[in-house]
């Protein structure tokens, strides 16, 4: 069976696509003057206040009792441990390469979402994943060596991957009983409670930031973080969690082009070609996925 893509829920990935392909290029800048827990505390905590503003003036319920120790794991894996492991990543892994290897993760939504949801891809589905793939193939070999060679970095954006094909896999269930905004700002809450080891670090570190360092930093807070978190959950909550993660195949192309322009890294052009494959392996599985049991 298959189920369109509604204009809403396509504006809504669009928005989290564009935004979150943005972070990686305003990691890096933050980098410059902050530590990779600092940058990570400064975003959520940006993040959280924001999302605090908001659930006081529209006295947002509080989540249930027993959805606590869910909403706690969904963000310690999706907020606290993808972003502080990405962070210390990108200190040795370039912007460009670490959104593809975070291109890994909707193979491993796949296979959690067949085990733990009952969502599986259709032969074509699993075609183009396997065509999206050789397009993030195609992007690494026009990357170099700027950060896919095996080493301490590559793996720990590695283990961001994998934390967020988990987060979607916890995260689908709860959205059925709370609103994306709600369920974006308690995950988001959850997440930055671990953060809270930095904030010796990051008072000092602020003292001595440029302007444009701090900037940065709090952009991610307010967009990648807060807002795109919500798209996501809207998207999240209104289709099957395998089809949705194939769209972050997409990422790679819109982070390399957005750190061309913002911190000067270059493209080569296998990189330019490996996004056009992508394109399309995404385009083939998302206009075959089927869901054969109900979410």
């Not at 999302?51 to 319920?61: C, E, F, K, V």
């Not at 183009?128 to 060596?145: P, T």
């Amino acid at each position: 069976m298959r189920r369109a893509l509604d204009a809403k829920t396509a504006v809504a990935i669009g928005v989290t696509i564009l935004l979150w392909s943005s972070a990686f290029a305003a990691i890096k800048v933050g980098l410059t003057d902050y530590g990779p827990g600092e940058v990570a505390l400064l975003r959520f905590g940006t993040a959280s206040a924001v999302l605090g503003i908001y659930a006081i003036a529209t006295r947002m319920r509080l989540p249930g009792r027993r959805d606590v120790g869910r909403i706690a794991l969904a963000g310690l894996l999706g907020i606290t441990t993808y972003h502080v492991a990405l962070n210390f990543g990108e200190q040795t892994v370039s912007a460009g390469a670490a959104s593809l290897i975070i291109a890994s993760g909707p193979v491993f939504t796949a296979a959690l979402a067949s085990v733990f949801l009952g969502e599986r891809l259709s032969t074509w589905g699993w075609a183009g994943i396997g065509v999206a793939f050789a397009g993030v193939a195609l992007i690494a070999f026009g990357e170099g060596g700027d950060g896919l060679r095996i080493e301490a970095g590559a793996l720990l954006v590695l283990i961001s991957a994998l934390s967020t094909a988990a987060y979607s896999i916890i995260s689908k269930p709860i959205l059925r009983r709370y609103r994306p905004l709600e369920f974006t700002t308690y995950v988001i809450w959850a997440g930055t409670v671990p953060m809270l080891f930095w904030v010796p670090g990051l008072v000092s570190q602020m003292a001595h930031a440029s302007p444009g360092a701090t900037a940065a930093v709090v952009y991610l807070g307010v967009f990648p973080a807060a807002l795109a978190y919500l798209t996501w959950s809207y998207a999240l909550a209104r289709m099957p969690a395998s089809a949705l993660a194939t769209f972050l195949y997409l990422s790679p192309v819109s982070a390399i082009i957005i750190a061309f322009l913002w911190i000067g890294e270059v493209p080569g052009v296998l990189a330019l070609a490996g996004g056009g494959v992508a394109i399309a392996g995404v385009a083939i599985t998302n206009t075959r996925v089927r869901r054969v049991l109900s979410s």
